[in-house]
């Protein structure tokens, strides 16, 4: 993984949960095109956060070969759903999974940025202790953090240690009745399975909020 600081000419602001397009552009005139979750909240430097791809024609060159002053062309801010402001007073609960929490990272900073006042929940899925992006900035926003490793646990593991399921959510999750808002970002199947369950527990999907990503964005 690997965080790019963009100084982008003409760029207004973004709102949290928003995402760009990178576009290279090599010497015999081939372009490759990939989307990217902004990781920085509005009013911070742009930022990136970026996962190398073993097989990838973008993310390689940015997490390897990237230097100051190398240029490239982006497009955005994209999106208008799955953003969060910081004026509602609702519950907001955070489902991440991998590298899915680089957009939900940026609405725990718009939280700390604005001061919002309304409980924030952050439940992360990761491989490993060590494969958690953000580990230690995320113990800085004055959020709730919940952790489960799927699978290796450091040996004095408190946490969760197992996929998420109905169980998990039904203990990790706000009350319905407190009509949260949801964020749920990661693949395709830990999405769905996430946001299913939630829907099993009672919560509106007018409140769950989905962004997926896969290898070619």
């Known amino acids: 993984m690997r965080t790019l600081e963009l100084d982008a000419d003409g760029w207004g602001d973004h709102r949290a949960g928003q995402h760009l ?8 005139g081939y372009q490759a095109e990939r989307s990217y979750s902004i990781a920085s909240a509005p009013g ?18 940015l997490v390897d070969e990237v230097r100051n002053g190398d240029v490239f062309e982006v ?12 004026d509602e007073p609702e519950p907001v609960l955070l489902i991440a999974g991998g590298a899915g929490v680089v957009p939900l990272a940026a609405i725990a900073r718009q939280r700390a940025r604005v001061g919002s006042k309304a409980p924030m929940r952050l439940l992360y899925s990761s491989r490993s202790w060590k494969d958690v ?6 113990e800085t926003f004055g959020i709730e ?19 998420i399921d109905d169980e998990l959510l039904s203990e990790v999750a ?11 970002c990661g693949s395709t199947h830990f999405v769905d399975a996430a946001a299913d369950g939630l829907v099993r527990l009672g919560y509106d999907p007018m409140w769950v909020r989905t962004e997926r990503f896969g290898a070619t964005g």
Do not use: H
């Open 174 to 184: 706000f009350p319905a009745a407190e009509s949260p808002r949801v964020y749920v």
């Open 44 to 61: 911070e430097p742009l930022a990136i956060t970026v996962e190398r791809l073993e097989d990838g024609e973008v993310s390689p060159y």
């Open 21 to 28: 397009d990178v576009r290279l552009t090599a010497e015999d």
């Open 145 to 163: 953090l919940v952790y489960t490793l799927t699978r290796e646990q450091p040996p004095d593991w408190k946490g969760y240690a197992r996929r």
């Open 133 to 138: 992006i953000y580990r230690d900035q995320l």
């Open 75 to 86: 497009r955005g801010p994209i999106g208008g759903y799955f953003v969060w402001d910081g």
